[in-house]
């Protein structure tokens, strides 16, 4: 699911294409939305909007991945990768951004580094950082 292979957990929900759910979601792992879900998400774990999925409200997660459409406010607590196709519309934080060519995304970001929302490690904080990925020409 995560290209980084950072997801940690088990798929714990699935809302299937041709379903949709009104309301507050709430889950302990990774949940993955191919369908449509309006309202709020609030979660330790990992969303995944699938191509198909369709996101609208406010998000609150560890981490999102967005093959699909994600509208609203959201708040990832270590990154957000938004896939070619993918597509966010919306305020957005996170101490990390990753938008692969092809992907859109519309909206303010604001980008503060994990340490400073998180319990302090022995590691030192880094700044927010935004990584583009580029299709390899072929020469």
Known sequence: MFKSGEAKGDLNGFL????????????ED???VDGKLSGKVLSKGDLV??????????????RVYVSGTLKGVIKARKRIEITA????????QTPTLVIEEGGFYEGRCTMEPA??????SESPAVAGVVTPLKAQRES
């Open 30 to 32: 990774t949940f993955r």
């Open 85 to 92: 196709g993918g597509r966010v519309l919306g305020d957005i």
């Open 16 to 27: 299937d294409a041709g379903s949709h759910m009104d309301g507050e979601l709430s889950f």
């Open 115 to 120: 340490a400073q929302r998180e319990p302090k």
């Open 49 to 62: 909007v699938g191509e198909r999925g369709e996101v609208d409200g406010t998000v609150e997660v560890a």
